[in-house]
T-cell receptor
């Protein structure tokens, strides 16, 4: 089954404790992205990647890091999480950019205390 | 800056009534346009997309959207609402060939029996 898999689905942690949210897709997609969803703000793009070793900032990259060492994986790293990063996070992948629709994972709910 | 606006954060309709969810984009250059639906505790699923060509786009579950360049709009409609349509709906736009996707704030649709 074609899917984007995120782990963990839920995480409660404390300020400053480094964490990684993993994302993996099995569709051989070139493009991958991370979003955060906050009430009243919709989804905002954090980082995106158009190929292995090619990443770029989205609209809200501060406080986040990403890497794309393999085509299928695109982890999101919070090196020193803060409470304002409490949010619902989605990973997505697509065959290409522009008019290609994105396929979303089921989300990761992060709570930073 | 290019943006997407959804009028009405909450829309409530009766079962069997017309569903109309509004989306406008702010650019003289038409983007690629998408509507996604999010059911509780799930990721986003593509409903339909507009790229070029026919301005009336049909999607899944009986939804359709009409692209109106003169009004910079891409409103989503369904002739007869079902209880199963209750969800959050997001309009999104892409102005580039890359992976940049801009979302609206979302509209929560409630369907009353």
């Amino acid at each position: 089954e074609a899917q984007v898999t995120q782990n963990p689905r839920y995480l409660i942690t404390v300020t400053g404790k480094k964490l990684t949210v993993t994302c993996s897709q099995n569709m051989n997609h070139e493009y991958m992205s991370w979003y955060r969803q906050d009430p009243g703000l919709g989804l905002r793009q954090i980082y995106y990647s158009m190929n292995v070793e090619v990443t770029d900032k989205g609209d809200v990259p501060e406080g986040y890091k990403v890497s794309r060492k393999e085509k299928r994986n695109f982890p999101l790293i919070l090196e020193s999480p803060s409470p304002n990063q409490t949010s619902l996070y989605f990973c997505a992948s697509s065959l290409g950019g522009g008019n290609q629709p994105q396929h979303f994972g089921d989300g990761t709910r992060l709570s930073i205390l | 800056a290019q943006s997407v606006t959804q009028l009405g954060s909450h829309v409530s309709v009766s079962e069997g009534a017309l569903v109309l969810l509004r989306c406008n984009y702010s650019s003289s250059v038409p983007p690629y346009l998408f509507w996604y639906v999010q059911y509780p505790n799930q990721g986003l699923q593509l409903l339909l997309k507009y790229t070029t060509g026919a301005t009336l786009v049909k999607g899944i579950n009986g939804f359709e959207a009409e692209f109106k360049k003169s009004e910079t709009s891409f409103h989503l409609t369904k002739p007869s609402a079902h209880m199963s349509d209750a969800a959050e709906y997001f309009c999104a736009a892409s102005w580039t060939s890359g992976s940049r996707l801009t979302f609206g704030e979302g509209t929560q649709l409630t369907v009353n029996p």
